[in-house]
């Protein structure tokens, strides 16, 4: 089969998937208790019946609950995600998208410090197990592993930026002298390194340890003592024999790790002040916003289908034995 | 994310303390102060909100017809009203604009959109609109004249004037004004106007050249960055990234900042709000119904020590319903000195209560709701829980989020309940009056205790309508007689907003409702 056709018979079937996950978290959503009216209206504010039911009425809060879910399906099929409560009637679609392109930044770039550190780690401390670098490699990923991405972040702030002054607390930008050109583009990335380094860093432990044991197991196998029996430099070896073979538990994980970089973009754009869409769940979710907090849920989700399909076809890619089925 | 793991945090790195010159203090031209909120604003229309982040922003950028420092609370300052009187009836009040304001387009300001405003605005967008709605008539006889009038007297009227920005007609007549694009671009009459937002990260606002006072403001730049985690905001503040925390710091930071050079703590700027904690007791519950259980919870809580261990005292003692810095005020009334901590006393009561000592010396099982998100509440929650273990109240806590804390309140599912901060101000009487009329049984942020008293119900009518200061505060006194006597809740402390910000900036928290200053003499 074609890598056209496979590619449409997977997006076809991620519809069904799609609503599955949109009526359930609508569902979740709303039967978690607590309103939204008190976050809309403030906690200063005198409660008249009269005012609390026109708001209820202006955000479509006043129908009964399967009208509310119908008519949110039919429009979220048409592209419209309908009106966030917190960001005054905006609509959520366009909140997003504000916000999309500093999470994209955030996530790649964390997605890439993990991968390719991680291989590159992993591959470094099988080579010599038990050496001093693989036992630092090992102690590193042992933390890494173990200390949540927020903590991370907070020690981080403390010591790169409020101790030795060298990076920004948080936000993206220099707000007091926002800089243009190239100045900005470095200014932004001084703001990047920390959540790159929080973000990254459980991924970057988990795909070093996985790299390394995969590497292990693979050298030990037939082919690599034939592959060498043959003279092959040991270079060769280790690139094209060994890590090829030992790197397709990775991807797998890989493609997994894109979902959790996200989930983890929620607490991690938080401790620095990052403006993207993590936060922006985080926001919604104190501010009861139900519109914007489905809207991200489903950003989130088409993000981790598209990335689950990417990962099976470079699967393919690397292992020939795997066919588009 | 929780102070405690800051602080833990913070226990991992040694941190050494940069020496900053203190520059000398006189107002000077120029200059960019970056003020880091937790809350985005929602939008910017000061006139259609009641919330904090729409105001802290919008304060800049619109003026209203007075304002209200914190010097001189309760007595108003003229904004755009250069003068203003009041009709001997109380039923009338005239406002004399300024001549020289400028809308930020450069339109001229006049009566007329102070006029579209009170008419079309405010009683239809504003959350506290009823207010408004009570005026029956606005007149403008000429250009920089507004007179209003009503069939009540305008007694509690003057802080709600301050909360309702002012808005231009030219921009927003004939348009849907919940909708107007105006409300996140917006052009006001104050001292900044809005240059730029950047979702997620920040609002810009510059200096006005044509602001109607002359010489101000003094500062060229306001940056509101916004900064979710109030850790990772001091942290800012410490690094001299953010000039300014409004609020928020946290109560364990304190004592840490102060001692810190280049940082100013201030706890100016919560009169006019005056934020109270209290204990509601829901009186539909058969056991805290017996006034004997609520008279033996207020003689087992300490509330000096609560507020003391809590706070470690940043919290004033509330010893009444009222801020002691309101003019009704009165020590008569107190509720510490009615109810001193006497643990005998406390066990008589309840004995005359039925609530013998069972097993294990435990009288009564009570449930606590409160809500999660605040340091000093949490710990005010577990003294008190330890003081009331003493005489035999079981207490169980029940910490919940803080909009599901209010929806259980609204349907009366507790039994004693502690919210963070209530607004109990600008005024003694409409700030208190809202959580014990009957009116308000069964409403979101309103008499959840379902405390029901004709009396009360009938001298907060009149109290709202007294616009003589000493009947005035004869009534409020009369009603806080009444409280001590029915004890529907049990006054705490005294909430006060800490606000922080580098020792290079003068003039920045001096707003009787902190956060809200308009930075036209900050410098």
Redesign the interface.
Known sequence: MSYGGFVLRRLVTAVPLLLAIVTVNFALIRLA???????I?????????R??QEVRA?FGLDRPLHEQYLSYVARAARGDLGVSF?????PVLG?IL??LP?TAILLVLGYAVAIVAGVFLGARAARRPYSATDNLASVVGLLGYSIPS??LG??L???F???L?WL??????D???PASGWGMVLDRARHLVLPVIALSGFHLALITRLTRGSMLEVLHLDFITAARAKGLPERDVYRRHALRNALLPVVTTAGYTVGFLLAGSV?VE????Y??MG??L??ALIA?DFPLMLGVLIVVSVTVILANLVTDLVYGKIDPRIRMQ | MTKTLWAAALAFVVLTGLAHEVVAQQPKRGGTLVAGTTFEPRQLNAAITTSWADHVVGAKIFSSLLRFPEKGFPTPQGDLAEKWSVSPDGKRLTFNLVRNAKWHDGKPFTAADVKFTFEQVLPKLNPNRTIFEMITKIETPDPYTVIMERTQPFVLFYFDIFNAGILPKHVYEGTDVAKNPANLRPIGTGPFKFKEWVKGSHIELVRFDEYFKPGRPYLDRVVFKFVPDVGAAIAALEKGEIDYVPRWVPLGDVARLKSRPGIEVSAVGGVALAQSRWMTFNVRDPLVKDLRVRQAIAHSIDTAAVTRIATGGQFEVAESFLWKQFPEYDAKYSTTARFKRDLAKARELLDAAGLKAGAGGVRAKLELLTHTGVGDLDKTVEVIRDQLREVGIDVTVKRVERALAFDMAKDGKFQLYIHSNWTAGPDAATGVQRFFVSDNIGKPIGNSGGYLNKEVDELTEKALGEANPRRKKELVGRLQEIFLRDLPALPLQQWVGVSAYRSEFGNVTTHSADGRENFEDTY
């Open positions: 208790p607590g309103d939204p009216i008190y976050m209206i403030g906690e200063a504010a005198q409660y008249d019946d005012f609390v202006r917190y960001f005054d009637q905006q909140v504000s916000r500093q927020f903590w907070m020690l702030i403390l010591v930026s409020v101790h002054g920004p607390v948080g936000g993206m930008m707000v007091r002298t607490l938080t401790v620095f002040a403006p993207g936060r922006l985080y926001q009861r």
